[in-house]
């Protein structure tokens, strides 16, 4: 059925339940081919990434001029674009994956009960996974190297602002599946043209087995309001680092500045700075004109601001922070700054305005460090590190199907195990249960 969306645009309910159904019947295939297959998959494909950088730049270049020409922020023109080391990067991660153990070779152990039978488990896939995604065109890459490598036929949602560069990088993973006797309808793309499809999707009870949204908060919350199919919550990233009275001078400036500048524009990059009234008067406009200098607008507390105008900072950026700046998602060179009164302070602050995603301290101090590492409810924290490295990559996941901020079935980057399931398997010899 071909009806019209709320966009304007023609949406065929139809295609996409074809789409899912030819989805359903590649999962099964996929979960009973050999690992060997599925990652000379991802090999083929790093192979065609490479082959074809030159075409996927130019048709990436499409999309970026038609966001630019639309006003996109400098931070979605980031998350869009593709560069050859981007691409090359794309290339490596699903190299990576294939090297990866087969996450369906894990069974048991088993045990044996007092009847005789033995029980254990055997790790199996999902089998339809639909990923939802804004923006970046490299989680085409990512989302669909790990479903594959784990025996998962996916469904691949991107923006309509990527809508030819994710089409392009879907054609790719078609033909490296093609090229190695797999179904090319084990990894789809759904037309990214109607906002329909999302909501279509999350219905397709029975032929979807799972949904991951990866996105911001409005993309999220409409996810998990709507659908009648399960969903893992990869959430928004409000994330603090604090620098404690114990904290390293040094070392919380290069940590605070790394957190923030290196990719602004990303889910595990710095939002809010926190810091001891102990030491703000004396590291506060040193770790501020470290971030300043990379052109970092300070929004700030009442402490924070005047702590910043007396030592004669640049007030073009620094400027009194609003309610809505705490417990906010900048993904730009924006950051937040307040004075909290110790750990507590810290603590009572995150837990207030954290989202769960990534949270630091800078400290020396080895009770107060424990402190927040234990006490701080997030999917990862660090002690004197940059949240910056909440990524699967970096976790040795190979990739990320996204950073999970629920606590079921999966909290922090998503790899291989957390797309799989189990299924228990019994074992006996003609066993009854008595009445």
């Given at each position: 059925?071909?009806?019209?969306?709320?966009?304007?645009?023609?949406?065929?309910?139809?295609?996409?339940?074809?789409?899912?159904?030819e989805?359903?019947?590649?999962?099964?295939?996929l979960a009973?081919?050999?690992?060997?297959?599925?990652?000379?998959?991802?090999?083929?494909?790093?192979?065609l990434?490479?082959?074809?950088?030159?075409?996927?730049?130019?048709?990436n270049?499409l999309?970026?001029?038609?966001?630019?020409?639309?006003?996109?922020?400098?931070?979605s023109?980031?998350?869009?674009a593709?560069?050859?080391s981007?691409?090359?990067a794309?290339?490596?991660?699903a190299?990576?994956?294939?090297?990866?153990?087969?996450p369906?070779?894990?069974?048991?152990?088993?045990?044996?009960?007092?009847?005789?039978?033995?029980?254990?488990?055997?790790?199996?896939?999902?089998?339809v996974?639909?990923?939802?995604?804004?923006?970046r065109?490299?989680?085409t890459?990512?989302?669909a190297?790990?479903c594959?490598?784990?025996?998962?036929?996916?469904?691949?949602?991107?923006?309509?602002s990527?809508?030819?560069s994710?089409?392009?990088?879907?054609?790719?993973?078609?033909?490296?599946?093609?090229?190695?006797?797999?179904?090319?309808?084990?990894a789809?793309?759904?037309?990214?043209?109607?906002?329909?499809?999302?909501?279509?999707?999350?219905?397709?009870?029975?032929l979807?087995?799972?949904?991951?949204?990866?996105?911001?908060?409005?993309?999220?919350?409409?996810?998990?309001e709507?659908?009648?199919?399960p969903v893992?919550?990869?959430?928004?990233?409000?994330c603090?680092?604090?620098?404690?009275?114990?904290?390293?001078?040094?070392?919380?400036?290069?940590?605070?500045?790394?957190?923030?500048?290196?990719?602004?524009s990303?889910?595990?990059?710095?939002d809010?700075?926190?810091?001891?009234?102990?030491v703000?008067?004396?590291?506060?406009p040193?770790?501020?004109?470290?971030?300043?200098?990379h052109?970092?607008?300070?929004?700030?507390?009442e402490?924070?601001?005047?702590c910043l105008?007396?030592?004669?900072?640049?007030?073009?950026?620094?400027?009194?922070?609003?309610?809505?700046d705490?417990?906010?998602?900048?993904?730009?060179?924006?950051?937040?700054?307040?004075?909290?009164?110790?750990?507590?302070?810290?603590?009572?602050?995150?837990?207030?305005?954290?989202?769960?995603?990534?949270?630091?301290?800078?400290?020396?101090?080895?009770?107060?460090?424990?402190?927040?590492l234990?006490?701080?409810?997030a999917?990862?924290?660090?002690?004197?590190?940059?949240?910056?490295?909440?990524?699967?990559?970096?976790?040795?996941?190979?990739?990320?199907i996204?950073?999970?901020?629920?606590?079921?079935?999966?909290?922090?980057?998503m790899?291989?195990?957390?797309?799989?399931?189990?299924?228990?398997?019994?074992?006996g010899?003609g066993?009854?249960?008595?009445?």
């Amino acid at each position: 059925m071909v009806a019209e969306a709320h966009s304007g645009t023609l949406f065929d309910s139809d295609l996409l339940v074809n789409q899912a159904q030819e989805a359903r019947s590649a999962s099964r295939l996929l979960a009973h081919s050999s690992d060997a297959q599925r990652s000379q998959a991802l090999y083929r494909l790093a192979s065609l990434l490479r082959e074809q950088v030159d075409e996927l730049l130019q048709t990436n270049a499409l999309d970026v001029e038609s966001e630019r020409e639309q006003g996109a922020s400098a931070s979605s023109l980031d998350r869009l674009a593709l560069t050859a080391s981007r691409v090359d990067a794309m290339a490596t991660s699903a190299e990576l994956v294939a090297r990866l153990p087969d996450p369906l070779a894990e069974q048991g152990p088993f045990r044996r009960l007092s009847n005789g039978l033995w029980v254990g488990q055997h790790r199996v896939p999902f089998g339809v996974i639909g990923i939802i995604f804004e923006g970046r065109p490299n989680v085409t890459i990512d989302a669909a190297s790990l479903c594959l490598k784990a025996g998962n036929a996916v469904l691949l949602r991107g923006s309509r602002s990527a809508r030819k560069s994710n089409q392009a990088l879907v054609d790719l993973i078609q033909r490296s599946l093609k090229d190695v006797g797999l179904p090319e309808s084990c990894a789809q793309g759904i037309s990214a043209e109607s906002r329909e499809t999302v909501a279509a999707l999350l219905k397709l009870r029975g032929l979807v087995d799972l949904v991951i949204p990866r996105g911001g908060r409005h993309l999220i919350d409409f996810v998990v309001e709507n659908a009648q199919v399960p969903v893992i919550e990869t959430g928004a990233g409000v994330c603090h680092t604090y620098i404690d009275r114990s904290a390293d001078p040094g070392k919380a400036e290069q940590i605070v500045v790394n957190a923030k500048v290196r990719r602004p524009s990303i889910c595990n990059a710095l939002d809010t700075v926190l810091i001891d009234r102990a030491v703000a008067q004396e590291y506060l406009p040193v770790v501020a004109r470290a971030l300043i200098s990379h052109s970092v607008t300070l929004h700030c507390d009442e402490e924070a601001y005047a702590c910043l105008i007396a030592h004669g900072l640049n007030l073009h950026h620094v400027e009194p922070a609003l309610a809505s700046d705490w417990g906010k998602e900048y993904l730009s060179l924006d950051a937040a700054v307040a004075v909290v009164d110790g750990i507590d302070g810290a603590l009572e602050h995150i837990a207030t305005f954290g989202s769960g995603h990534s949270e630091a301290i800078i400290a020396e101090h080895y009770p107060t460090a424990m402190r927040f590492l234990q006490e701080v409810d997030a999917a990862a924290v660090y002690l004197n590190a940059s949240t910056q490295f909440t990524d699967g990559g970096e976790f040795g996941l190979g990739a990320e199907i996204g950073i999970s901020t629920q606590k079921l079935h999966a909290r922090g980057p998503m790899g291989l195990r957390e797309i799989t399931t189990y299924k228990w398997v019994i074992l006996g010899d003609g066993q009854v249960r008595p009445r």
